[in-house]
């Protein structure tokens, strides 16, 4: 773990986010491998993380991710790291994703479709 002056570097978050999201999409079915066999691959678009406290070396904490489908080809992790001891909130992450083919062009895999549901509604301002 990099630690700097006693706190985790704030790069690492985005470490334990990907791990958190890795493991998110396992519980769901999700196989990274078996969408790479079908030239199939997850790529983020873009991430965002709110520092609202420090880790230090030696702290336990969780990392809860939810996936929401944003438009019919891309999808948002929605994701907060918390204190295990005291469910402090350190920091918040965003991380916007696709689906590309082989080509490099964004798709979305019917399974995938299914799994993220329908898409939403744009509302509409008068």
Known sequence: MNVIRGGVNNAVYFNYCEHAR?????????????FARRHINFVVLRSELDYKASLVSGDVFEVSVRIERISRLRFLFHQFIHLESNKKLVCIAKVFGAVVDENGRPCMPDDLAVLLGSVPEKSSTS
């Open 22 to 34: 890795h493991e998110y999409l396992k519980v769901l079915n999700i196989d990274f491998a078996d």
